[in-house]
């Protein structure tokens, strides 16, 4: 299916489907696309809604996890969402977890997968390095576990996103803010359902991250995919659907 990309207001989304809500928050160099098969599978049953974080976009000093918390915050409610389930990779996992403290009454469960705050491997000191083609194809395809799942397309859009210093300044910003934003004392308060998805061979957030998240969160389950680097959904979006389904089921939710 081809993704269909709203424009309201200051936002782009994808809200497909309808019922219960399932938000999905993308990582730092994420695209929209990166969901298309979660999309696909849940938009039958229920509402799939993916905002485009404003990483390259957004006023530089407020470039950071604050910044994007808030634009989400701004975003949830503008459309009145309450008792979603919230899925983040990377980034997007740190961002829902901010926003899970904030706003407990908001989520039902949360979802996370490569989640960083807690450790991450930084994609190396000097990245993104501008003007190098081949540095970024290699720092992408890092990020799988299978080098082929790094598109020609996905790499020439992060190399063309690389070529401008104002958004190469956001980057490096919002990275060294999630760095910086160690989560280990704030996630044991959360109390809801939540729902670890790791790959077995992630090299950004090792498994022994999702361990620790697993070890911290009260009420989590911890559910590894072989053979899988950073991003699951993308990867092996067939087990990840699976899992994700599975978990959505044993917790009640409208399907």
């Known amino acids: 299916m081809a993704l269909v990309v709203k424009e309201e207001k200051e936002f ?3 809200d497909e489907g309808a019922g219960e809500v399932l938000l999905l928050l993308h990582g730092l160099f994420g695209a929209l696309s990166n ?24 006023p530089i000093r407020e470039a950071g996890l604050e910044g994007l918390q808030k ?27 901010m926003y899970t403290l904030s706003n407990p009454e ?95 061979n992630d090299t950004i957030t090792p498994p022994h991250v999702g361990h620790e998240f697993n070890k911290l969160i009260p009420n989590s389950t911890l559910q590894f995919i072989d053979k899988c680097c950073h991003a699951p959904m993308m990867e092996h979006p067939g087990k990840f659907n699976v899992i994700l389904n599975k978990f959505l089921e044993e917790n009640g939710h409208d399907s």
């Not at 992060?158 to 490096?172: A, Q, Y």
Request: hydrophobic share 40%; net charge positive; charged share 25%.
């Open 106 to 200: 908001k989520v039902r469960s949360l979802v996370l997968t490569g989640s960083s705050g807690l450790f991450e491997n930084s994609m190396g000191g000097s990245f993104p390095r501008r003007g190098s083609y081949d540095y970024i194809k290699e720092r992408i395809e890092y990020t799988f576990y299978d080098p082929k799942t790094a598109t020609k397309e996905l790499i020439e859009e992060v190399f063309e996103t690389t070529k401008s210093i104002p958004k190469c300044l956001r980057i490096v910003a919002i990275a060294k803010s999630a760095q910086r934003h160690n989560m280990a004392k704030e996630i044991p308060k959360i109390k809801q359902p939540t729902l670890l998805v790791w790959g077995l």
């Open 35 to 58: 969901w298309e098969e979660v999309v696909k599978k849940f938009s039958p049953d229920f509402r799939v809604v993916i905002p485009l974080m404003p990483i390259y976009e957004m």
């Open 71 to 97: 634009f989400i915050e701004k975003f949830i409610t503008w459309k009145g969402f309450t008792k979603m389930t919230l899925i983040g990779n990377s980034l997007g996992g740190h961002v829902a977890l």
């Open 12 to 14: 782009k989304y994808i």
